[in-house]
């Protein structure tokens, strides 16, 4: 049987890229750790990192993030929304196959107690590894954050840790280790500014104040955004579910004349606590089917072919792999004529991408019906492509077979040209649609210039490129595919086509 473990470590950076990699690139360097999913967040100054594996790997890889951040975090030159205590902040330990919160309970007092050994950094356990009762819930450890558990430390018994001496780190604080069941951090976000209302709205639904099981809550203010943040841990999400979390936050919202604008999930979530919310409408903002732990741990555990053993592919290259290999075979599909329908694919996911973030943008509130429907055109344009890459290698597929036919007599003969014939049409009529549809996605994401948000600009000049790439892949297709045609009038039909698209993307 297989023994799995996830590793949610969060460390005090969400703004410098660099710092994170670097961490990352610590905790990956372990053979069998897969790095799942990386969040940052600029307004908490906070990444979370999901990690899985068998447990030894994991818990190694874990021990290199602390060092690595304990290198390249100090707390105190650190400011965040997010309440924090040390560089790395809390590194919960989950079982997930073949091992029991028992075994992820000893896992973390071990790690624990390793991390004081290399570091120096005092630590406190958590959750099921807790060894009073008062440190279960992490917000009792944490009370103060770094600034009050470092002089209130000194002088309060009650505030030492549970491994090492009694005083934090100068710069990397003290590292919160536990054990848990699977956490899903889902944060809901309002129409309002005011912390007031989004605190007052946490109060309520939290359970420590007499709310919803298993829910922990806080209010957080998102400056750059000007929005106010119900930020949420659902500890026992079968319990607990999202929807109903979100439906007492809609409910306690209103009764401040606030509406939710939005949610998100942090991080990986169960395949089941989506199911559990499929008949409700959640608002989530954006959400990949990447993002779901069972689908991103099955790509990462499928790996890379055996010849790529050495060169461990990251979360994303893991994905493209399969297309990347199936086009470098050497057979004649998917060839040219899917990847164009690839890039068109691309630019247009790129597209939605920028009208998505430029929507939440409050400089861009005056084009939120124009973004949404842009985005909506994107998502569309997306889906069209996506088949055509398909479409085109089942095109050129029928080629090779109408040449495969018989032309012992007349008959055959006429028969075989016939079928030649028509699915050399199809051949063309297939990379026209691309380079049609892929025109049209140029010139809206040309338009979009105009009410997208100025960050987004590399992005959509990007998604420009891609476009025209496609576009111009899917014409070359259409023009070597028309020279094979008998009937000249459609071919010059085509031709005449093709010319004018070229003019537009001009």
């Known amino acids: 049987m297989k023994r799995l473990i996830e590793c949610v470590p969060n460390f005090s950076e969400g703004r410098d890229a660099a710092k ?49 951040a304990q290198e390249l975090i100090d707390l105190t030159k650190h400011t965040g929304a997010h309440p924090r205590i040390g560089a790395t902040d809390v590194v919960p330990f989950i079982p997930v196959e073949g091992v029991t919160l028992e075994d992820c309970v000893a896992l973390a007092r071990r790690v624990g107690k390793e991390i ?170 954006t959400f990949p089917a990447a993002q779901v732990l069972e689908n991103r741990l099955s790509a990462a555990l499928a790996g890379a072919p055996p010849e790529h053993a050495g060169a461990k592919d990251g979360k994303f290259a893991a994905l493209a792999r399969p297309l990347l290999d199936a086009v470098a075979e050497a057979t004649p599909t998917p060839g040219g004529g899917s990847v164009s329908a690839l890039a068109a694919a691309q630019a247009a996911a790129l597209g939605a991408m920028v009208a998505g973030l430029s929507r939440k943008k409050k400089s861009q509130a005056a084009h939120v019906d124009a973004l949404s429907e842009a985005l909506e055109a994107m998502r569309r344009a997306g889906e069209e492509f ?45 990379p026209l649609r691309v380079a049609q549809g892929a025109v049209a996605l140029w010139e809206r994401l040309g338009q979009l210039q105009a009410i997208a948000a100025a960050s987004m600009s590399s992005d959509l000049k990007v998604a420009r490129l891609m476009a025209a790439a496609g576009a111009q892949g899917a014409m070359e297709n259409v023009e070597i595919n028309i020279a094979s045609l008998a009937d000249k009038a459609y071919a010059a039909g085509l031709h005449e086509k093709i010319s004018a698209l070229r003019k537009r993307l001009a």
């Open 116 to 285: 004081w050994e290399r570091y120096r950094i005092p630590v406190y356990f958590y959750e099921a590894a807790a060894t009073r009762p008062d440190r279960a819930n992490l917000e009792n450890i944490r009370r103060g954050q770094f600034e009050g558990l470092r002089s209130e430390m000194k002088k309060n018994h009650e505030r030492q840790p549970d491994v090492g001496e009694p005083k934090l780190h100068p710069t990397a604080g003290a590292t919160v280790v536990g054990a848990r069941k699977f956490l899903v951090a889902y944060n809901v976000n309002l129409n309002t500014a005011d912390i007031a209302v989004a605190n007052k709205i946490a109060k309520a639904i939290r359970h420590s104040s007499g709310g919803l099981r298993y829910v922990k809550s806080m209010g957080v203010e998102l400056k750059a955004r000007n929005l106010a943040q119900v930020s949420i841990n659902l500890t026992d999400f079968e319990q607990t579910p999202m929807h109903r979390v979100y439906e007492m936050v809609k409910r306690e919202a209103a009764r401040y004349g606030a509406v939710p604008v939005g949610s998100e999930i942090v991080g990986l979530v169960p395949k089941k606590a989506l199911e559990m919310a499929a008949d409700y409408f959640l608002q989530l903002e």
């Open 386 to 430: 996506a088949r055509a890459i398909d479409e085109d290698a089942a095109s050129y597929d029928a080629v090779l077979a109408a040449y495969k036919l018989p032309q012992g007599d007349a008959a055959e003969t006429r028969k075989r040209t016939a079928a030649v014939e028509a699915a050399m049409r199809g051949a063309a009529e297939v």
């Open 20 to 68: 994170v990699d670097a961490i990352i690139a610590a905790m990956s360097a372990v053979a069998g750790v897969f790095v799942l999913d990386r969040e940052m967040d600029a307004d908490h100054n906070r990444c979370v990192i999901t990690l899985a594996g068998e447990p030894e790997p994991v818990a190694e890889a874990a021990l290199r993030g602390v060092g690595k």
